[in-house]
C-alpha cells in the first residue's frame, strides 16, 4: 500500500476536527475525499503532508511510519500536496514556480527534465514560462499549481479542491489533466465539493461528516448511496 492512514485524530489546540479516520490509497490509484464545508478534509490532507502535527493514529508510506517526520522529508518520500485556492508564488516567473516545485535532491538531479515533460504535459505554460505567475487566469494558476507539485517527482499527488471556482470548459481541461497523471502512474487523492464530478474521476471514495467518516467505497458505489445523500442533501 502506498499510503495509509489509521485511525488518524487531529485536533487545534483543544479543538479535536478528524476522529478514528482510517484511509488508503494504493499504487497507481485515484481517491476523492468528500464531505460538506469543515468536515475535516483539508485538515486531513494537511496532516498526511505534515503541515499540522497527528494527535493520535499513524500515517504510513509503503509501510513505513511518517507520522513524526517533517513536511520535507514527507516530500522526499514522494508525496506532494497541492493547497486549496492553488497558492503559487505571485511575483515569481512561471519557471522559478515550478523550479522550486523541485528542490529535494531527487528532484533537483532531474529537473530540467522535469520541466520540459510538464510543458508538454501543460502546453497552456509552455508561451508563459517568463510571465509572472500572478497574471495568469484562474485555471492557469490552477495548472501551475499541479505542475509545481509534479516537479517533485511525487507518488502520490494530493490537491486540495482543484476545481474551485473555475469555468466549465477549465474544468474539462483539468479532468484530461488529472487523466494524463493517472497514466504516467502516480496516484492522486484529491478533495472536491462537487461529489458527481469527483466520484466520475476517482476509482474510490472517502465521505466525511463532522470529522468522522460516514461510508466509503468504490466511486460507483457512492453515486447514488443513500448515505451520501444524507450527508450532503440532509434529512
Ligand atoms: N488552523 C485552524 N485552527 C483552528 N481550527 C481550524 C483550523 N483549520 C481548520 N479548523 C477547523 O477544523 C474544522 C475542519 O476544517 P477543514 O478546513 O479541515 O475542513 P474542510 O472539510 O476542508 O472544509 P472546506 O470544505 O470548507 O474546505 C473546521 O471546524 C475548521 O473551522
Ligand atoms: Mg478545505
Known amino acids: 500500500m502506498l499510503l495509509e492512514v489509521k485511525d ?48 493520535r493514529g499513524d500515517i504510513l508510506v509503503r509501510g513505513a511510519s511518517i507520522a513524526k517526520r517533517p513536511t520535507h522529508h514527507r516530500t522526499g ?24 516545485g523541485a528542490w529535494h535532491a531527487k528532484a533537483k538531479a532531474v529537473r530540467d527534465e522535469t520541466l520540459a515533460q510538464m510543458v508538454e504535459m501543460f502546453p497552456i505554460l509552455k508561451d508563459r514560462t517568463d510571465q509572472l505567475a500572478h497574471t495568469l487566469s484562474g485555471g492557469e494558476q490552477q495548472m501551475l499549481a499541479l505542475a509545481r507539485g509534479l516537479m517533485a517527482k511525487p507518488q502520490l499527488l494530493m490537491v486540495d479542491e482543484p476545481f474551485l471556482g473555475l469555468a466549465p470548459q477549465v474544468v474539462e481541461q483539468l479532468k484530461a489533466v488529472f487523466a494524463g497523471i493517472r497514466d504516467s502512474g502516480i496516484a492522486i487523492l484529491f478533495i472536491e465539493q462537487n461529489v458527481r464530478l469527483a466520484l466520475s474521476m476517482a476509482d474510490r471514495g472517502y465521505v466525511l461528516e463532522s470529522g468522522r467518516l ?13 448515505t451520501v445523500r444524507r450527508v450532503f442533501l440532509g434529512g
Open 214 to 226: 460516514a461510508i466509503s467505497g468504490k466511486a460507483r458505489g457512492l453515486m447514488n448511496h443513500k
Open 8 to 55: 488518524l485524530e487531529v485536533a487545534y489546540g483543544d479543538f479535536q476536527v478528524v476522529w478514528g479516520v482510517s484511509l488508503t490509497v494504493d499504487e497507481g490509484e485515484v481517491v476523492t475525499l468528500l464531505g460538506p464545508n469543515g468536515s475535516g478534509k483539508s485538515t486531513i490532507l494537511n496532516t498526511i503532508s505534515g503541515l499540522v502535527p497527528v494527535l
Open 77 to 100: 518520500l514522494g508525496i506532494a500536496h497541492v493547497l486549496e485556492r492553488r497558492r503559487v508564488y505571485p511575483y515569481l516567473t512561471v519557471r522559478q514556480n515550478l523550479l522550486l
